[in-house]
């Protein structure tokens, strides 16, 4: 038994070395492993031999952070998010290897910069470069962000390279009934729609405040695509069916009105010309500002 307590001792004071040795050993170096090392540890094993431990200590993860804010304060937030990204190009042109990863990114910039140039709405963009996120990672930045309107921009695709047209889509009543229920059973639900705590409220309760407010989302989210289709009819070629609903995990967020806006077809070669253009971006970008100052202003009369 004695010999049991020596050894657990010991085992409890190699430990305690080693966490203690950690931060100072992890400031030092800027390596991806830290190498805490423990010489000449003795006395609780009496008689045995010195010896040596050695620990390899991973460094602590990074925040990727929150995305800058463009600007003045006091204006309602738009997050663009440029569809797909790093390990994921999305839909490929088979006769020119344009990405649609690539194509999204430079129209997200392009939106932009023409929604600052109008000075009515501050911008962040979820990506600014070639860089991979999950889709609920997307939508997730943008409600931290406490954003008033999400803008996924995607390029469509399909076999047949006539299709042709730009459409967008929002959330179906049918998601939002399976997310308010998935939103529910979180353990944490704290921070599930903006400004109301539901940590204490019972599970259907839960589930119903959510769907009411991402009913009320839904509603906003198909206002905003109207406008949408109403702006960009005359700049850019759409399709006949332009607002369209579906359930796209990245417009499920319960508290922030959310649009998916397909700009064209990469597939097509007319599309893809247009929508890679400088004259297709501004366009696009030109459609999307139109839009917003108009809801944004509705939104100002109605309150």
């Known amino acids: 038994m004695a010999n049991h307590w020596t050894r657990a001792f010991a085992g409890w004071a190699i430990a305690g070395l080693a966490i203690a040795a950690a931060p100072a050993r992890a400031a030092e170096s800027v390596a991806d492993r830290v190498k805490v090392t423990e010489d000449r540890i003795s006395g609780a094993l ?11 200590v991973p460094p602590r993860a990074r925040s990727a952070g929150l995305p800058k804010v463009s600007g003045d304060e006091d204006r309602p937030l738009v997050v663009i998010d440029a569809g797909h990204g790093g390990v994921d190009p999305g839909a490929i042109n088979s006769l020119t290897g344009l990405r649609e990863k690539d194509v999204t990114l430079r129209i997200a910039r392009a939106m932009r910069d023409e929604l600052l140039a109008s000075g009515r709405v501050r911008v962040a963009l979820t990506r600014d470069k070639d860089r991979y996120l999950i889709l609920r990672e997307r939508y997730g930045v943008a409600r931290r962000l406490k954003a008033d309107l999400f803008i996924s921009v995607h390029c469509d695709s399909v076999g047949n390279g006539d299709a042709t047209g730009a459409s967008v889509y929002t959330l179906s009543e049918v ?3 399976k997310e308010a229920a998935r939103l529910a059973a979180r353990e944490n639900k704290a921070d599930v729609i903006a400004g109301v705590n539901l940590g204490d409220a019972s599970a259907d309760v839960s589930s119903i405040l959510i769907d009411l407010a991402q009913r009320e989302t839904m509603n906003a989210s198909a206002g905003f695509a109207r406008l949408l289709a109403r702006e960009a009819k005359p ?7 332009f607002h369209r609903m579906a359930s796209l995990m990245v417009l499920k967020a319960p508290d922030m009105p959310s649009i998916l806006f397909e700009t064209g077809y990469i597939s097509n ?3 893809a010309a247009f929508i890679d253009s400088p004259e ?3 366009r696009i970008s030109e459609s999307v500002r139109r839009a917003v100052e108009v809801y944004f202003a509705k939104r100002m009369v109605a309150r």
């Open 269 to 271: 070669p007319v599309d």
């Open 280 to 282: 297709g971006r501004q």
């Open 235 to 241: 700049l850019i070629p759409t399709k006949a069916k």
């Open 46 to 56: 009496s008689g045995r031999p010195k010896y040596k431990v050695s620990r390899l």
């Open 175 to 177: 998601a939002s009934d």
